[in-house]
């Protein structure tokens, strides 16, 4: 719908990793004007390309169709082929996995915000003709010849911008950025690429090639990690109850866990392993800060008596959406843009996408939020 601030294209893609490469291609240019980026750094570019044949063929056979859709060899050096951006920015998400033995059917889910300004890349409010950062994200499913079929919501870049998704195997995961982190720490290194995978390309290998949980936690430790633009970090599930939260270093070191125990496994917009104490969390002066929706969300779980249904996941992730109207000027406010609920065992996802504001009778003078409702998607491997 044209005459809504979200426009949300759900793409269904089939054959080799070189066709799926190539037609994304063809989509961020035709639909957002995005191809691959000039980066006169040759030996980067060449010791990258090596990196993804060796630790990842199957995107390098995507870089490869990305190449021929310019009508160009991906051992040309002086691009960059590795990712297809359509624009960059930080996010402040809420996510929680129910095992199955802690739900009313017995099935596992992944519950998630997606928040993030409705303005410019910069936050500001978009002028005439100006298209909002996050207005155009995609649900694809992806069939490829090699490597697990997924399905996963696209946002950023169109060749590897898994921000949530799962695969055929059951596993389910979740990026979100690491706010404590960008605001209190010396962040390297950052900006720029190098041979491993950026933030979200890791999260594309992840449905790419692993099964379970602990194959996810084998390839983290094994990959090599930089950040693009920022810190971020992971909740990881599996169809048999299985999660971790992966948590990078600011420095890029190793990453930390946070093993699940069993319970609704909980993260936000800081790094767990820096605040092991939950019950003595800072207070947020914003009422959606990162510590506040978390206490939120952890006081809505332990307060809950005997197992979750859907109708409870729906709420408690409600209940920290962002709502949040800031001063007037020239901030566009932040919105939770989509909740999407993945359910590993069934292989289906349920999304509600925001849609804009819209005059609100109740209220004269007033808006209230407007959502597109629970869209309803599965992977049929």
């Known amino acids: 719908d044209t005459d809504t601030f979200m426009e949300v294209r759900h793409i269904v893609l089939r054959g080799s990793n070189f066709e799926i490469g190539m037609k994304l291609a063809e989509i961020a240019y035709r639909y957002h004007g995005a191809g691959p980026l000039p980066y006169p750094d040759y030996e980067t570019n060449i010791a990258q390309l090596g990196y993804f044949k060796e630790k990842h063929p199957m995107h390098a056979e995507r870089m490869r169709g990305v190449a021929a859709a310019m009508g160009k060899d991906v051992t040309d050096s002086t691009w960059n082929f590795s990712s297809l951006f359509y624009g960059v920015q930080l996010s402040g998400c809420s996510v929680v996995f ?6 009313e059917d017995s099935s596992g889910v992944l519950s998630r915000n997606f928040d993030f300004t409705t303005g410019t890349f910069s936050g500001t409010i978009p002028g005439e003709g100006e298209i909002a950062a996050c207005a155009r994200p995609y649900v694809v499913e992806m069939y490829p010849d090699e490597g697990y079929p997924s399905l996963y919501t696209c946002v950023f870049d169109m060749l590897a911008g898994a921000m949530d998704g799962v695969n055929s195997e059951g596993l389910t995961v ?11 720490c010396e962040i390297a290194p950052v900006r720029g690429f190098r041979p491993g995978f950026n933030e979200s390309q890791i999260l594309r290998y992840l449905l790419d090639t692993c099964a379970d949980a602990e194959e996810a936690k084998a390839a983290l430790k094994n990959a090599d990690l930089y950040y693009n633009t920022a810190p971020y970090h992971y909740l990881i599930a599996d169809r048999h109850g299985n999660a971790f939260i992966w948590e990078n270093s600011p420095d890029g070191a190793p990453g930390h866990v946070v093993e699940g125990d069993g319970t609704p496994l909980i993260t936000t917009n800081f790094l767990r392993h820096r605040y092991p104490d939950p019950e003595s969390l800072p207070v947020d002066n914003y009422p959606f800060g990162w510590f506040n929706r978390f206490r939120k969300l952890r006081g809505c779980v332990a307060g809950h008596a005997g197992r979750f249904d859907e109708s409870f996941i729906m709420d408690t992730n409600a209940g920290v959406a962002i709502v949040y109207v800031p001063p007037p000027g020239e901030a566009a406010p932040v919105r939770t843009l989509w909740h999407a609920l993945y359910y590993p065992q069934g292989l289906t996802a349920k999304i509600d996408f925001y849609l804009g504001e819209v005059v609100d009778p109740d209220s004269p003078g007033g808006a209230r939020i407007h959502r597109s409702g ?8």
């Not at 129910?98 to 739900?103: D, K, Q, S």
């Not at 979740?174 to 209190?184: C, F, G, K, R, Y």
Request: hydrophobic fraction near 35%; glycine fraction near 0%; charge should be negative.
């Open 374 to 381: 629970y869209r309803e998607f599965k992977l049929n491997p």
């Open 98 to 103: 129910y095992p199955p033995a802690t739900t």
């Open 174 to 184: 979740a990026i979100l950025s690491s706010n404590d982190v960008i605001a209190e």
